[in-house]
């Protein structure tokens, strides 16, 4: 996933930053609105995470401005302990949960899980593509009930690909879910090489290319 943090406190956002990378998701992080703002009009989330006492601009200001333009990424709010009436006030400007601090990484990791499962409209926890399961949890991938071993970065493509599996997905958009604005700038051949060991290490069929446009998810049925 691709995740958006609007965090004022260095250390919370580094932590959360951190934590979330190394759970394979892909994470950009600000410390104000403003700057968030930007981000959210030129790059696709998943989630925002979203810190409610910010400089300059309160993030219940932020939220509902994104709210009226249209904005419909789930947004999971982040407030202080004596900050609990605001979160009401959070829930009903349009986020879609909210944490009191102090959190942790594992905690905010969960819920953001919850939240896109609702919002995806996926009861199940454990994501199931014909012979394909997958686990956005333990980020346990089973072929034919056989594990795969794939990268974080392989992982991000797969996901993706799953999330929408009725679209097919442009390149720049699959680039946005494998690279966050700190990476250096990806090798233009590198999505297709991330594409070619999904397909070998996985199945040939699993992802389609449509030449010129994108990917899309193939097929799920195992071959004979
Ligand atoms: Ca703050």
Redesign the pocket.
């Known amino acids: 996933m691709r995740i958006l943090i609007v965090?004022?406190?260095l250390l919370?956002g580094e932590a959360l930053s951190a934590g979330l990378r190394q759970l394979g998701h892909v994470v950009d992080w600000f410390g104000d609105g403003t700057q968030a703002n930007a981000a959210l009009a030129g790059t696709t989330f998943d989630a925002v995470v979203l810190?409610?006492?910010?400089?300059g601009g309160d993030?219940l200001h932020w939220l509902a401005r994104w709210r009226n333009a249209g904005i419909t990424v789930p947004m999971l709010i982040?407030t202080?302990r004596d900050g609990a009436a605001h979160s009401i006030t959070g829930l009903d400007s349009g986020a879609d949960d909210y944490l009191i601090k102090p959190i942790t990484v594992d905690e905010l990791a969960a819920r953001l899980r919850a939240v896109l499962r609702r919002t995806s409209g996926r009861a199940q926890s454990v994501w199931q593509h014909g012979a394909l399961e997958y686990n956005p949890a333990t980020k346990a991938v089973l072929w034919q009930g056989k594990s795969i071993d794939l990268t974080g970065r392989e992982l991000a493509l797969l996901e993706a690909l799953l999330k929408h599996p009725q679209r097919v997905l442009s390149k720049a958009h699959l680039q946005e879910k494998l690279y966050d604005w700190n990476s250096a700038e990806p090798e233009s051949n590198t999505l297709e090489v991330h594409v070619h060991h999904l397909r070998r290490k996985i199945a040939p069929s699993i992802v389609r290319t449509l030449r010129g446009v994108g990917y899309a998810l193939g097929s799920g049925e195992a071959e004979p």
């Open positions: 965090e004022d406190d919370l810190d409610l006492g910010l400089p993030g982040l202080a």
